[in-house]
């Protein structure tokens, strides 16, 4: 009896150790992995495409636990309601409480992007949609198309694409738009039951999620003509999209060291250069990126005020009142040198006082070769060495102290630069026509190797030409073509205000170039 007792209160807890853990909902283990988003249990929810929509409630229920994320952002109503409806997750269904007041006769579209995913495997139920209609009919228009970055030409996600009813020209300033999609990772965007109408078209990175273009960063691009709806399937050509013309405007100025200025702006190197004000003397000036650096002679400890177009900004006493001790250095940038080359030198400061006397070119350590050294023309701070190179071989230039003065005053210690000559096989050569392009403008060309501008050309008035590329390194490499309407010498971005697109381009990967190899690329720009 003891034991039978024993054995029936063991069964017993084992039971409710089972019915326990089953009652606990877990994933499941085992079996094939779930590769299915959540399935919309229609004949649970509110029924889809409806019309005449009289409901101030919309429950949808999938087949599935999920996760409902980033609805702020990933979800788009179009057109949009007077106020945004209430979106709660209870269990396996979502509840949309309608606001008061939708418009009537009007085609309503929800669509959830990329918020819904499974719970265990994060499946994404990608822009499911509810539809319907506060009249009769539900319009059935359907728009399409891509948005890309005009600088890059790659697509941009996440971009807002939205349907103006043609007002006045500034509604994408102060008036929020009517039907609003959301671009994917490819850039392509679709509208789905649009009514018959005429629209503009505009797409917009929405930094503050206000539907309106009203900021300096926010990437912007519209389609130049007016869209009409009066067809059943519609695709818009490509929106190139652009950031904003950067205000000419001094971002900020650093003056730690007497001698030294750096002055940096917004944007690239601007069209109109900084001025020192009162003028500093002698000052050498160069440009890295977005600033300008000022030289002059330390014992000045200048003291004045920057000015570019509207800005002027002081230009304060050293934090320290003497001149810092700047190590001297050189970087050689050449890497290899292909025959006939020409080797680059760097240093931090320009140099002003170059004496060939203390220095020596020396090939295998044996042969002393003639040589030139000059500064280059645009940047002082880059120095140019042509020789006679023997190919194949290592070179030697040495520099004796105090044969380089710089825009600061201060001279070198002895420094030595070793400079590898390459074979001429060692190399490759490109071929590159051009055609298609129009004779009555201008086009930039530029070859790129990464992020390393190797070339810059000018095309004025042709519409085709030929460029011989020879000695290039081994290695992948990109041609940039742009039509430089304003003739500038760079890229341009667009004014909505002006109703001026950016400049167009073209991006071309050239086939990889080898040692000993030459290729030879046609590229036909597209009008």
């Not at 890059?152 to 009813?165: G, Q, Y």
């Not at 130049?224 to 652009?242: A, G, Q, R, W």
């Not at 971002?251 to 001025?275: A, C, E, F, N």
């Not at 109703?499 to 290729?519: F, G, T």
Request: hydrophobic fraction near 40%; charged fraction near 25%.
């Amino acid at each position: 009896m003891l034991l039978n007792r024993l054995f029936s209160g063991l069964l017993y807890i084992t039971l409710v150790l089972v019915f326990t853990g089953c009652a606990s909902p877990r994933a499941p283990t085992g079996g094939d992995k779930d590769e299915l988003p959540p399935v919309l249990l229609e004949e649970e929810s509110t029924p889809n495409q409806q019309v005449n929509f009289k409901e101030r409630e919309i429950l949808l229920t999938f087949d599935e636990w999920f996760t409902l994320k980033d609805v702020i952002s990933q979800l788009v109503i179009s057109p949009l309601m007077p106020k945004q409806p209430t979106v709660k997750q209870k269990g396996k269904s979502i509840l949309i409480a309608l606001p008061d007041s939708l418009k009537e006769e009007t085609t309503y579209t929800i669509n959830f992007g990329r918020s819904i995913a499974d719970l265990n495997e994060g499946n994404v139920l990608e822009n499911f949609s509810f539809v319907f209609s506060t009249g009769p009919v539900l319009d059935s228009v359907y728009i399409s198309g891509r948005v890309m970055d005009s600088k890059s030409l790659k697509p941009m996600s996440d971009v807002l694409v939205m349907l103006h009813s043609i007002q006045e020209d500034s509604a994408v300033y102060k008036i929020k738009p009517e039907y609003i999609s959301r671009s994917n990772k490819e850039g392509r965007w679709n509208f789905s039951n649009i009514r018959s109408d005429a629209f503009q078209v505009v797409a917009l990175i929405d930094d503050n999620l206000n539907f309106l273009y009203d900021l300096q960063t926010e990437y912007f691009g519209w389609y130049d003509s007016t869209l009409l709806t009066n067809i059943p399937k519609i695709i818009v050509p490509d929106i190139m999209m652009f950031p904003k013309e950067s205000r000419k405007a001094i971002r900020d100025v650093i003056h730690d060291t007497p001698g030294w200025i750096k002055v940096m702006v917004d944007g690239p190197k601007p069209l109109q250069k900084p001025s020192i004000l009162p003028p500093i003397d002698n000052a050498v000036t160069a440009w890295t990126g977005d600033t300008i650096h000022f030289w002059y002679p330390p014992e000045i400890n200048y003291q004045g005020s920057v000015v570019l177009a509207d800005d002027t900004v002081k230009i304060l006493l050293p934090k320290i009142s003497k001149t810092e001790i700047h190590d001297f250095s050189i970087t050689n940038l050449t890497g290899k040198l292909p025959p006939y080359g020409v080797a680059k030198l760097y240093l931090p400061v320009p140099v002003t006082l170059i004496d060939t006397s203390g220095i020596s070119l020396m090939v295998d350590s044996m042969q002393q070769l003639p040589f030139t050294i000059h500064k280059d023309d645009e940047d002082g701070r880059l120095l140019l060495v042509k020789a006679p190179w023997k190919l194949n071989s290592n070179h030697l230039l040495t520099i004796s102290p105090g044969a380089f003065q710089n825009a600061m005053g201060h001279v070198n210690d002895t420094i030595r630069i070793s400079i590898q000559v390459a074979d001429s096989d060692a190399f490759g050569d490109y071929t590159i026509k051009v055609n298609g392009l129009d004779s009555n403008l201008t086009y930039l060309l530029t070859l790129r190797s990464g992020d390393k501008e190797i070339i810059n050309n000018s095309i004025h008035q042709k519409a085709d030409t030929v460029f011989e590329l020879n000695r290039l390194m081994p290695g992948k490499y990109q041609v940039e073509i742009v039509e430089d309407l304003n003739r500038n010498g760079f890229w341009d971005t667009g004014n909505y205000d002006l109703r001026r697109q950016a400049e167009r381009k073209m991006i071309y990967e050239l086939e990889s170039l080898r040692a000993a190899w030459e290729v030879e690329s046609v590229i036909t720009w597209q009008k």
